[in-house]
């Protein structure tokens, strides 16, 4: 079993995971850097003493805002609890899906009864209508929040670089071990309420390395295994099958399996019998196969060093190194949380038949039905598009 983050002893055993995180391995770099890291450590400490410099644009922002009247209000709406904080990070460009997600994530709000404490965005090959709209709905909803919950991490990765939003994610825990992070593609467009709650509540570090959530609709994996539940027996008139393979036909590329997940979980939704998607247990992914990572749970447990030293740094294809390469170099298999569940729109390879059915339409009408669940005000309804 590879060293874990909790087995370091010291600020100095510390700092070399984060050398090795970021794939600094030459033994001089690692010197010259640690020197550098005991210095910048001590300006930090007296950065945090003001929290944040009035000279940071964003708390201009903030502290003008009608709704937070004290700098002091102010200075705290910008600093993270740090104390077992929850963070969503949203891999976003595609508004179309976004506003969904994000009617959804609202409810899950701390203020809303949820766990989620920060929402950070990922922006990968946006358009100017995306930057322009979220920027919009960021600014609305933080001062609704009286502090800021939601903010944009990442805007330069057009072409679809998805490696360095993780070794952020990876130096804030090692700064803050007790923080936990959920990552989402943009085209999540259902949450069962409460299933971050039930996610927490469900993970089991002492048998499972990742933690991923149930994915109904494009997702091989749960596609398979919910067709061992029989949740398609209703909806599957041509009797399509879905293949235990990453590559499967039916599972990655066919358009009429596609379609088949969302208009089955259309179906049961609207019956009240989501319940049939969902199982008690923890499925064990003993097989070690390659699993879409449309939305996991990232915490301290998967920082595994010597792992990271077999493989190096993150692949382009984050997946495969997520997945296949770093997962197969550790002691627990990843597992699939049975209640946590939440529904993928399409993978690229179908969704352009899925939009040309108006099955993304279902998912507006969703919400539109039950606003009142959402807990949105009139403002970021209508900056949402609805």
């Known amino acids: 079993m590879g060293l874990k983050l909790a087995e370091l002893s010291s600020v100095f055993e510390a700092w070399e995971v984060f050398c090795v995180v970021m794939n600094l391995k030459h033994y001089l770099i690692f010197c010259f850097l640690t020197i550098l890291f005991i210095s910048g450590s001590l300006l930090w400490v007296l950065k945090k003493c003001s929290c944040v410099t009035e000279a940071n644009p964003e708390y201009q922002r903030v502290v003008s805002s009608p709704q937070i009247k004290s700098e002091k209000q102010a200075k705290s709406s910008l600093v993270s609890a740090h104390n077992g904080s929850n963070i969503l990070v949203i891999y976003t460009g595609r508004w179309k899906f976004l506003r969904i997600l994000l009617a959804h994530v609202y409810r899950e709000l701390r203020s809303n009864g949820g766990i989620l404490d920060q929402v950070w965005f990922v922006l990968i090959r946006f358009d100017a209508t995306t930057m322009s709209k979220l920027k919009e709905f960021i600014e609305a909803a933080n001062e609704f929040e009286k502090k800021l919950v939601f903010s944009i991490h990442d805007q330069g990765y057009r072409h679809g670089d998805y490696t360095h939003p993780y070794y952020e994610i990876f130096s804030h825990l090692i700064r803050f071990p007790s923080d936990r992070f959920f990552k989402f593609d943009d085209d999540i467009v259902y949450i069962r309420p409460r299933a971050f709650n039930m996610l927490v509540d469900k993970r089991d570090n002492s048998r499972c390395f990742m933690h991923f959530f149930n994915i109904a609709g494009s997702n091989w ?166």
């Open 221 to 386: 994996r749960c596609s398979w295994l919910h067709q061992k539940k029989g949740v398609y027996e209703e909806t599957n008139p041509e009797n399509l099958r879905f293949q235990y393979h990453p590559n499967g036909y039916c599972g990655w590329q066919s358009p009429e399996c596609g379609e088949l997940t969302i208009r089955t979980f259309l179906h049961h939704y609207k019956r009240s019998q989501i319940d049939k998607f969902c199982f008690k247990d923890l499925e064990l992914l003993t097989d070690r196969k390659r699993f879409s990572i449309n939305a996991f749970m990232l915490d301290k447990n998967l920082i595994d060093v010597k792992a990271m030293l077999d493989i190096g740094k993150i692949y382009s294809d984050d997946e495969k190194w997520w997945t296949e390469a770093y997962s197969a170099r550790v002691l627990h298999p990843n597992c699939i949380v049975g209640d946590a569940l939440v529904v993928h729109f399409a993978y690229n390879t179908v969704i352009k038949n899925m939009l040309s059915q108006g099955l993304l339409e279902e998912f507006v009408k969703i919400v539109e039905d039950n606003r009142a669940s959402f807990r949105i005000q009139d403002a970021l309804w209508k900056l949402l598009d609805f």
